[in-house]
């Protein structure tokens, strides 16, 4: 079963313009990460955010996690071509609460960068 | 250093066939995870080992699905009398240990035929 969902499930946009795409969840976690998927094949880890933290940054990504509505929100800034991929947030937890070791992932938010 | 890397790439059987997939993961990882992402999805969870010991089988799919890394190294998994719906990418992860970030490998697309 998925615990996050990202949205939305696509986004379209112009190099230089920022991407944002958000991914709720349904119950406590632990930490909550980022990745990247080009093609449908090996996935990138771009950020990992504890439940302690509420912002972290790496480069032109910026992340910010919200326990209290069970969301995070993933912002790329002055995106390019490359950018274009699949992102996923994965969580920690299930919806029957946290499981060590495994990861929840969402279907995916698909980002189209326009040159 | 090398990340992950499994072996095949690419694997087309036949309905019916046993099939092996390798994983090799990053060196000094203690923990290798496996998944399965369907076209459309999300990977989904099928099994973790910290060591050499499966610490949560719970999302394999059947019996048919077995996986093993009998070093605490290199792991493999392994699915007999393949059937079309186990066509799908199946992705391999380390981490150094729980609650980490974990690395993925490039995949092993297998289709049933």
């Known amino acids: 079963s998925q615990q996050g969902e990202e949205d939305p499930q696509a986004l379209s946009i112009q190099e230089g313009e920022n991407a944002t795409m958000n991914c709720s969840y349904k119950?406590?976690?632990?930490?909550l990460q980022w990745y990247r998927q080009n093609s449908g094949r090996g996935l990138v880890h771009l950020i990992l955010?504890?439940?302690?933290?509420r912002e972290k940054h790496s480069g032109r990504l910026r992340v910010t996690l919200d326990t209290s509505k069970k969301s995070s929100s993933l912002l790329i800034t002055a995106s390019r071509a490359a950018d274009t991929a699949s992102y996923f947030c994965?969580?920690?937890?299930?919806?029957?609460?946290?499981?060590?070791?495994?990861?929840?992932f969402g279907r995916g938010t698909q980002l189209t960068v326009w040159p | 250093g090398a990340g992950v890397s499994q072996t095949p790439s690419n694997k087309v059987t036949e309905k019916g066939k046993y099939v092996e997939l390798r994983c090799d993961p990053i060196?000094?990882?203690?923990?290798l995870y496996w998944y399965r992402q369907s076209l459309g999805q999300g990977p989904e969870f099928l099994i973790y080992?910290?060591?050499?010991?499966?610490?949560?089988d719970s999302g394999l799919p059947n019996d048919r699905f077995f996986a093993v890394r009998p070093e605490g190294s290199v792991s493999t998994l392994k699915i007999q009398r393949t059937e079309r719906g186990d066509s799908a990418v199946y992705l391999c992860?380390?981490?150094?240990?729980?609650?980490?970030?974990?690395?993925f490998g490039p995949g092993t697309r297998l289709t049933v035929l």
């Open positions: 992860a380390s981490s150094p240990g729980l609650n980490n970030e974990q690395f």
């Open positions: 119950t406590s976690i632990n930490n």
């Open positions: 955010i504890r439940s302690n933290e």
């Open positions: 994965a969580t920690d937890a299930g919806w029957r609460g946290s499981t060590l070791g495994r990861l929840y």
């Open positions: 060196s000094g990882h203690t923990a």
């Open positions: 080992f910290q060591g050499t010991g499966a610490a949560d």
